[in-house]
């Protein structure tokens, strides 16, 4: 039990554009999920929190423009990229916690922006 | 406020030796403390979490940690290493009970190496 998914698993993208990724429980509800960004062989960065059916949280320095939290349904969260530019390339990882229960994590999602 | 330290950035063994991961940590509460291990390109797996109950902690695949208040550690082990052991090795606390719908900080991760 406790699985997390993410799509995609890779993306490439123009500078520009708009990405979207999705982040589901597969077999629990999950009343809160987190987006984290990691840079290469650097650890794991929250940008925000998101509870079902409310605005996303962002933590400090995160623009809540640029990355759009939508946490519609109990099973999934989205993540939007908007106008994405090189230096947003980055592996991006969800979690989602059932109530106050552990965080279990998704396979990540590696943008890349040319 | 929270904060953890991972001593070790790089950490090499042999195979069928132990392993020991070192983690401090510093918070206002009592904590809830984490390894997730993540293996290159993947998502991180709950190795073990301590939640106010047994200062010893067993995990999967043999692994363990032991929380100590009074060093403020809660540094990883397991007695003898595998080949496939070799990945990046997160400790990371929370100021809730579970780390559920809390916030998490992670340390800066410690790349274990296992050697034949």
């Known amino acids: 039990g406790a699985v997390v998914s993410q799509h995609p698993s890779w993306v490439i993208c123009k500078s520009g554009t708009s990405v979207k990724i999705e982040c589901r429980s597969l077999?629990?509800?999950?009343?809160?999920m987190f987006w984290y960004r990691q840079f290469p062989k650097q650890s794991l960065m929250l940008m925000a929190t998101?509870?079902?059916?409310?605005?996303?949280?962002?933590e400090q320095g995160v623009e809540k423009d640029k990355f759009l939290i939508n946490h519609a349904s109990l099973t999934l969260s989205t993540l939007t990229v908007t106008s994405a530019h090189p230096e947003d390339s980055s592996f991006y990882i969800c979690?989602?916690?059932?109530?106050?229960?552990?965080?279990?994590f998704g396979p990540g999602t590696r943008l890349l922006v040319l | 406020a929270q904060s953890v330290t991972q001593l070790d950035s790089h950490v090499s063994v042999s195979e069928g030796t132990p392993v020991l991961l070192r983690c401090n940590y510093s918070s206002s509460y009592s904590p809830s403390l984490f390894w997730y291990v993540q293996h290159p390109n993947k998502g991180l797996q709950l190795l073990l979490k301590?939640?106010?109950?047994?200062?010893l902690v067993k995990g999967i695949n043999g692994f363990e940690a032991e929380f100590k208040k009074s060093e403020t550690s809660f540094h990883l082990t397991k007695p003898s290493a595998h080949m496939s052991d070799a990945a990046e090795y997160f400790c990371?606390?929370?100021?809730?009970?579970?780390?559920?719908?809390?916030?998490?900080?992670f340390g800066t991760g410690t790349q274990l190496k296992v050697e034949l």
């Open positions: 301590y939640t106010s109950a047994a200062t």
């Open positions: 998101s509870n079902e059916g409310s605005k996303a949280t962002y």
């Open positions: 979690s989602a916690s059932r109530l106050q229960e552990t965080q279990y």
């Open positions: 990371v606390v929370s100021e809730g009970l579970t780390g559920g719908g809390n916030k998490l900080t």
């Open positions: 077999d629990f509800q999950a009343t809160t």
